[in-house]
């Protein structure tokens, strides 16, 4: 990605040993999210960026105890700080959106392409207010866009599979 002097993630990883299953519909997701975050995303975390660390960034998201921690370091991998957010705001989009893309999934392998269109919509709607919401409690930590916080949801919800 060229950052055209906006603040950027050049790499990105989850912590593998919080998630215990992961099905290939929810691989792919977790795939497009990486892919699509790496190839453009806006993230300025103020703290870093005011003590003059511009980036690029390397992310690295785990969930422990309904908190997301989000270590943060510079390209050469020297950490800058760590982010935490409750999760317990998500906790429902989170639910719903598993339920809709499970809904989405099954669908798609067995219904038509109208009704496969009113799930994802419903899934988008999901995905939509909760990107809001994470840019919301990210509001003095990070800035981000609206794009970047969709994927970031997405791989939020990666992170809360369970056996």
């Known amino acids: 990605m060229e950052s055209d002097g906006q603040p950027y993630i050049s790499h990105i990883e989850l912590d593998e040993a919080t998630i215990l299953k992961r099905n290939a519909d929810i691989e792919q997701e977790r795939r497009v999210a990486i892919f699509d975050l790496i190839e453009d995303n806006v993230f300025k975390p103020v703290r870093a960026w005011e003590s003059g660390h511009k980036g690029p960034y390397r992310l690295r998201m785990s969930v422990a105890d309904g908190r997301l921690s989000m270590e943060l370091a510079q390209a050469d991998g020297a950490p800058l700080e760590t982010i ?79 056996g």
């Open 84 to 162: 935490v957010l409750a999760l317990g705001r998500f906790q429902r989009s989170i639910r719903d959106y598993f339920a809709i893309c499970d809904s989405y999934y099954q669908a798609v392998r067995r219904v038509s392409a109208e009704e496969i269109e009113t799930i994802d919509m419903a899934r988008r709607a999901i995905h939509n207010d909760a990107a809001r919401l994470l840019i919301e409690r990210l509001e003095g930590k990070v800035e981000t866009d609206f794009p970047t916080a969709r994927r970031l949801f997405t791989l939020v919800c990666v992170l809360h599979i369970r």
